[in-house]
């Protein structure tokens, strides 16, 4: 995947409260372009394994729970310089510490239920994009 692209989640907190079309609208507005999108659900083997990383952090039982208790949108995002813009545009992972104007602070309620995930590098955005994207889903 080019070094253009990240990967995004609109979480399970988002989505119940009805916010996936003012994210989706937040990012558009801030010039990404959707390159892939989906409705879909992670499985706890799935959560596990997306979010390996952080399998030994006290917080893993919870997130995956969390990831898993209903439906997120998935999607690849492409700009310039996506990485780092985009997590410009999310905002602090924690909302009391995200700033205004950001995706988090208008639509994340704790460090937990934070509305959105994005990616940290070009590496994993592209490992995240394979993850839920097959290349012919990829425009
Ligand atoms: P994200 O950056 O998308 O990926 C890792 C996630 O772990 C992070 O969002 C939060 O949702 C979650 N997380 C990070 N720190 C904590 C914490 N202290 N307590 C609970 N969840 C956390």
Known sequence: MATNRTFTMIKPDAVEKGHIGGILNMITEGGFKI?????????????????AVHSARPFFGEL????????????IL???NAVEDFRKLIGATN?????????RKKYATSIGENAVHGSDSD?????????????????
């Not at 999108?37 to 979010?51: G, N, P, S």
């Not at 990831?67 to 949108?73: A, E, F, L, Q």
């Open 95 to 103: 909302p009391a510490e995200a700033a205004e104007g950001t995706i």
């Open 35 to 51: 390159v892939s999108l989906k409705l879909t659900q992670l499985t706890v083997a799935d959560a596990q394994k997306f979010y």
């Open 64 to 75: 995956v729970e969390f990831m898993t208790r209903g439906p997120i949108v998935a999607a």
């Open 123 to 139: 590496e994993n955005a592209a490992i995240e994009g394979a993850f839920h994207f097959a290349g012919r889903d990829m425009f």
């Open 78 to 80: 492409e700009k310039d």
